[in-house]
């Protein structure tokens, strides 16, 4: 009898037999046939399918994520590949010297440079460097940089100084033209000092700056401090709010460069009740004096200590818009000072809206006298003292105003001057006189603008006045 082994590896009886139709073997000595059948693996590796499917869902994401972050690139890489464009564009300018460029226009340039250099940066090492757009691109933003570098070392060696040089050949020029019109020289005073007697003519205007916060903060004050013989490195900006008549806030600058490279000022943000109301604020021994928010009292506030004082009242002035001049809204108190000291410019409901001149303590802030003039307050766009003497300016044009009234403290008597005076804007929101260099300070619409004033001697004004 000869037995078959089939080896049947994990298959049915039934599938097994369709699987295997001839088999050989052999008998051994016992006359046993021995007989092997090699069947093919048809069990399903299920856990293995497993693994591969997480493989590939693992994969999946990877690539999703890798698509996602190459789009982003690419979509970020255009926008800078445009702002590489535009600075590029703008350093060429530089290059040419077409425009008038300050230490805040490189700053402003390098900043933007720097961002887009950590863009590439970053792309860099995402794509492992493959990318030769991206390599290109780091390339040229590199050379970029160092051209901007190189510019701004030029531009602090000769242009700044070549604008200084122009702005004292400008006043050399004014000068002359002063002198051929009036051969007689004007005669030879110390700042800070009256030796000198009143208006005769008004510079061309120089526009230092907009102010610090845009073209929306049309009214405010700024200046230099206004006491005879005091710092005058110090540079103050006072922009309202856009409704023209609040003071909440203030920078003070450590020296007129600080102010024109808008660097290393000191904010102040004067807190309620101490608003200040109105564009007649100055700066007079390192303190504001200004009209006190809603109501006719003067404020002392000192922004380097950061500290107020009391408010005192300023006996029956008018305020809230009551009697403002024409051009500045709020400016019913204007204070303003000179070589003799501090002033307020304002009127009363007795003396029916006319200016009255008040000389103001600066410590007490008590009214020490009193003029009463006849020239109507809201008829003017604005007033300053000077010596003693009230100017006051009304519009010409758009372009022109002139000083048409002045009132000597001293002698009491009125003028009426004709002198020009050009602006850059249509509206004066304020303007101050500084008795240590002699200038008119105008805050125009925005603008920060000073002017020259020339004088003659004081044996001219018994003539004039």
Request: charged share 20%; aromatic share 10%.
């Amino acid at each position: 009898m000869i037995t078959f082994f089939i080896l049947l590896l994990g298959v049915g009886h039934n599938h097994a037999a369709s699987l295997v139709h001839n088999s050989t073997g052999s008998l051994d000595e016992l006359g046993v046939c021995h007989c092997s059948v090699v069947l093919p693996d048809s069990t399903f590796p299920a856990d293995r399918f497993e693994m591969l499917q997480i493989s590939n869902y693992n994969l999946t994401i990877s690539v999703e994520k890798q698509i996602s972050k190459i789009q982003h690139y690419e979509s970020t890489l255009i926008i800078y590949m445009e702002r590489l464009v535009n600075l590029t564009k703008r350093v060429e300018v530089m290059e040419m010297g077409g425009i008038s460029y300050t230490e805040l226009d490189f700053e402003l340039v390098k900043l933007e440079i720097r961002q887009i250099e950590a863009l590439i940066l970053q792309m860099k090492t995402s794509m492992n460097g493959t990318n030769v757009l991206v390599e290109a691109l780091y390339v040229e933003i590199h050379n970029l940089s160092i051209t901007v570098s190189q510019l701004e070392v030029y531009d602090k060696n000769n242009v700044l100084v070549i604008r200084r040089e122009i702005a004292a050949l400008k006043k050399r020029l004014e000068n002359c033209e002063k002198n051929q019109t009036n051969p007689k020289p004007d005669p030879p005073a110390d700042s800070g000092t009256c030796q000198h007697g009143i208006i005769t003519n008004i510079s061309k205007p120089f526009i230092v700056q907009l102010n610090y916060y845009g073209f929306n903060y049309k009214s405010g004050g700024w200046g230099s401090d206004s006491l005879a013989g005091a710092d005058q490195n110090i540079q103050w900006v006072a922009p309202m709010t856009t409704d023209a008549r609040m003071m909440n806030y203030l920078r003070v600058y450590p020296s007129y460069n600080d102010l024109l490279m808008y660097q290393h000022n000191i904010d102040r943000g004067i807190s309620s009740p101490n608003y200040g109301q109105g564009g007649g604020m100055i700066m007079f021994n390192k303190t504001m004096y200004y009209n006190c928010y809603n109501n006719g009292k003067l404020c002392k506030y000192n922004p380097q200590l950061n500290t107020m004082e009391p408010s005192v009242n300023l006996p029956n002035a008018a305020y809230n818009n009551r009697f403002s001049y024409s051009s500045s809204p709020y400016q019913d108190i204007d204070m303003a000072s000179d070589e003799e000291g501090l002033w307020a410019i304002y009127s009363t409901e007795e003396n029916a809206g006319n200016v009255i001149i008040s000389k103001i303590d600066p410590i007490t802030l008590a009214v020490k006298q009193t003029w009463n003039t006849t020239q109507y307050k809201p008829a003017a766009t604005n007033a300053f003292m000077a010596c003693g003497v009230l100017y006051v300016t009304r519009a010409l044009s758009t372009k022109r105003e002139e000083i048409f009234y002045m009132y000597d403290t001293k002698t009491n008597k009125e003028g009426w001057p004709r002198v020009p005076l050009e602006k850059p804007k249509e509206n004066v929101q304020s303007l101050s006189y500084n008795p240590n260099d002699r200038k008119l300070y105008m805050y125009n619409e925005g603008y920060l603008v000073n002017y020259d004033l020339y004088f003659t001697s004081p044996q001219e004004d018994k003539s004039q006045i």
